[in-house]
């Protein structure tokens, strides 16, 4: 009998890595160069084998929750969470002047004055604010971290990746050798590769030893200071992926071919949670695509491929500002540009990974059309894959029938005479539009006897409009309840469900097919 096939858990680990590089505006390879430095630091302080194999995870996935808070982050950034991420980075771990310094300099800077005045004075009193954005980032990190695989001793280490060796980190404030060993390695070994890309060695030198015994335990950072060069320039002169992957302590985790799914699902549910519009479209299009495939029967298509490229066809909208993606109105030409390229940000995570190479073509091709017209490539229909046709059409169904901000969302009759009239034009392929109608037509259950967790009607309908994004007064006046009922039915949910977060609510919302308000 031949034994299942196996998929190295690091490889997916590492892709999706790539894509919170995207997610937070760093270089994509930036977390696989902090995962090596880390593993250096970890070898040379004698860590034992458990505690470097969270540093390997947790140095990978620090950023896992990035895109938990990236819409209220972006709106206070002139709707760009990408700038605010990748601006504030340097300064993040520094001293609070450092990071004031940066805040009235370029916070929202493309703003008029007074909004712009707003958004700085509103980020330097809202301290709980920024603290539940963090804890919002760690619990969505550790959720998403267990649903790809990983034990318990990397998601309790994911919730401390914000703490500070002297207590002033958040969201526990816990300090010194209270903090995993993982992460004061992990908060290093991160610093030691930005700030040496962005400021050169002697700057950032100086830089990291203000930070000594404050934001760092000094003798990470001391180990950092003379490992650190030579550990960075053995990665830059080989294959970083493979560095990687050889970096793996102890046994290799391997999980079976029918666990990628699952490991697919979560990349989506990551993907998905950027925007309050876009909760569920990835799951969607995927389940719509697989059976689009059998409907297909006899043309060769292979369901199981289809389903998989569309649960990670959108990994690069990640790349692009939410501002972009919840912007009530028409793009501008400069606007659409990073929209155009967020397939291709999709094939170049893809690309690095072999387990998922053989997706990396069909799912990056979603917005290509059969005349030419789509992007990113701006194929035709000779280069297009009966696989790539279908994911398309079943793309474009899909986002046709949910809610954007600029639009209502179109009936089931209105999106199909939307695609009948792109196969008129030439657009899109006969075959697979009539077999993603098919498959769109038929029936789904709408309402379930018993809901999960235990939750009530009314909790449930709450539930459904915090993922949408509603402030707990906009949900008071569509249900038309106080704002103190909202709470306490909040408070109720949040233990049911084990979050303590609207952005852990909403993650499992959507893993439960509750997002639609």
């Given at each position: ?207 990291l030893k203000k930070r000594s015994g404050k934001a760092y335990e000094p003798r990470v950072l001391e180990a950092a200071l003379e ?116 397939p291709y940000f999709t094939e170049r995570i893809l690309d690095r990974c072999r387990p998922l190479n053989d997706l990396a073509e ?156």
């Amino acid at each position: 009998m031949t034994a299942p096939k196996q998929v190295r858990l690091a490889e997916l680990i590492a892709s999706i890595s790539l894509a919170t590089d995207l997610g937070t505006g760093q270089p994509m390879g930036h977390a696989l160069r902090t995962c090596c430095l880390a593993m250096g630091l970890a070898r040379e302080l004698s860590l034992p084998v458990r505690e470097q194999f969270e540093t390997y995870y947790v140095s990978l996935l620090r950023f896992l929750g990035c895109t938990a808070e990236a819409t209220p982050d972006a709106e206070l950034n002139a709707g760009d969470d990408i700038a605010f991420y990748s601006g504030l980075a340097p300064s993040f771990m520094g001293s609070s002047t450092e990071s004031l310094r940066w805040i009235v300099r370029h916070l929202a800077e493309s703003d008029p004055p007074l909004p712009r005045a707003r958004s700085v004075v509103r980020m330097i009193t809202d301290t709980k604010g920024a603290e539940r954005a963090i804890r919002a980032h760690c619990e969505v990190g550790q959720i998403l971290a267990g649903r790809i695989g990983l034990g318990d001793s990397v998601l309790h280490a994911l919730g401390f990746t914000f703490e500070r060796w002297d207590g002033n980190g958040v969201p526990n404030r816990i300090a010194g050798e209270e903090i995993p060993a993982s992460c004061r390695i992990a908060i290093v070994a991160r610093d030691f590769e930005l700030l040496n890309r962005a400021l050169g060695g002697q700057t950032a030198t100086e830089v990291l030893k203000k930070r000594s015994g404050k934001a760092y335990e000094p003798r990470v950072l001391e180990a950092a200071l003379e490992h650190g060069p030579r550990v960075l320039a053995a990665v830059d002169n080989g294959s970083l992926w493979d560095a990687v992957l050889d970096a793996e302590p102890g046994p290799q985790m391997r999980i079976d071919d029918e666990r990628i799914d699952d490991a697919l699902e979560t990349f989506a549910h990551f993907t998905d949670l950027k925007s309050p519009f876009l909760h569920g479209h990835s799951i969607g299009v995927a389940d719509l695509a697989g059976r689009a495939a059998t409907a297909a029967d006899g043309a060769g298509m292979d369901p199981k491929l289809l389903r998989r490229a569309g649960l990670v066809h959108d990994l690069g909208r990640v790349a692009v500002p939410s501002g972009i993606w919840n912007k009530p109105a028409p793009l501008s030409n400069e606007e659409w540009e990073p929209v155009r390229l967020h397939p291709y940000f999709t094939e170049r995570i893809l690309d690095r990974c072999r387990p998922l190479n053989d997706l990396a073509e069909v799912a990056s091709s979603h917005h290509e059309r059969m005349d030419g017209s789509g992007y990113h490539r701006g194929a035709r229909a000779p280069a297009l894959s009966l696989e790539t046709r279908l994911l398309a059409t079943a793309d474009a169904f899909r986002a046709m029938t949910e809610l954007r901000p600029h639009r209502p969302a179109m009936s089931a009759a209105e999106a199909a005479e939307e695609l009948s009239r792109a196969c008129a034009e030439g657009r899109l392929d006969v075959p697979c539009v009539r077999a993603v109608l098919e498959a769109a037509g038929e029936p789904r259950p709408v309402t379930r006897s018993v809901w999960p967790s235990g939750l009530t009607d009314r909790e449930v309908e709450v539930l459904r409009l915090i993922a949408a994004g509603f402030s707990n007064k906009q949900i008071a006046s569509k249900l038309t309840i106080s704002p103190k009922t909202v709470s306490r039915h909040i408070e109720n949910i949040y233990p049911k469900l084990g979050v303590s977060t609207r952005a852990g609510a909403t993650l499992f919302a959507m893993e439960q097919g509750l997002g639609n308000a």
